[in-house]
């Protein structure tokens, strides 16, 4: 990203969380520049496509504007509706859509909130049209970022210490990832690809979201430098 766009970046970051219009500015941003990238190798327009996971919905909202015919889920209800062409109250791991449904189908920072990650990715390789594209994108947990609002002690620090530490410095009620209040799952480049092969998904190829060096394709390197993956697979 250009130096506007990135001090941009990080101002809706900081905002996202101070009123669900922030929040939505904060997806569509994002959504607009995963798109740029969609749109060097694939089109969206006139495709049937699911968003996974959809959020408030800001995902959903470029991509429609880019032409997709956009069938959105998620377990939570959305507050502000209008957003969503076609939306399904549903869960991730059991979709309620029959085989070889979607040509496009579009997950961002979910898996690692699922206790069940390879469930998700079986269950998105079953709605897929053949060679229809699955683009799945995560922050791996080992970076600085892929502790969510355990950060940064996630990165060396055992999960009770981790927890512990956000505790005292954050306030965060959790007394360790994937409780009541967290839900969060270890998630990383590595444990992805095996979810991916076990499933039968080809991988096109991966990306660093927003960056110029794709640390993503660096051994060792990627786990920690990654701060953001995104995975583009084929059936």
């Avoid at 699911?50 to 209800?77: H, P």
């Avoid at 799952?185 to 991988?203: F, H, N, P, S, V």
């Avoid at 096109?204 to 660096?218: A, G, M, Q, V």
């Amino acid at each position: 990203m250009k130096t506007r766009e990135t001090l941009k970046f990080f101002r809706l970051i900081k905002n996202r969380k101070n009123s669900e219009r922030d929040y939505i500015a904060f997806q569509e941003f994002q959504a607009g520049k995963v798109l740029e990238n969609i749109s060097k190798h694939y089109t969206l327009k006139g495709k049937t496509m699911l968003d996974l996971g959809c959020g408030r919905g800001g995902y959903t909202k470029i991509f429609k504007k880019a032409g997709a015919k956009v069938i959105s889920l998620d377990l939570e209800i959305p507050q502000v509706k209008k957003i969503f062409p076609a939306f399904v109250n549903g869960d991730a791991i059991k979709l309620p859509f029959k085989d070889n449904s979607f040509d496009f189908i579009f997950s961002s920072s979910l898996i690692e909130h699922l206790p069940k990650p390879y469930l998700l990715v079986k269950e998105a390789r079953r709605v897929l049209k053949k060679n229809g594209i699955f683009f799945l994108s995560f922050p791996p947990f080992y970076t600085p970022v892929g502790g969510h609002q355990f950060k940064p002690f996630n990165m060396f620090l055992p999960e009770k210490a981790a927890a512990f530490a956000a505790r005292k410095l954050y306030g965060i009620r959790s007394y360790k990832y994937n409780d009541s209040y967290g839900k969060l799952y270890i998630i990383t480049i590595r444990k992805a690809k095996k979810l991916i092969a076990d499933a039968g998904l080809k991988i096109i190829r991966t990306k660093t979201r927003f960056s110029w060096i794709n640390f993503s394709k660096i051994p060792l390197l990627n786990e920690v430098m990654t701060w953001h993956v995104e995975f583009y697979l084929k059936k």
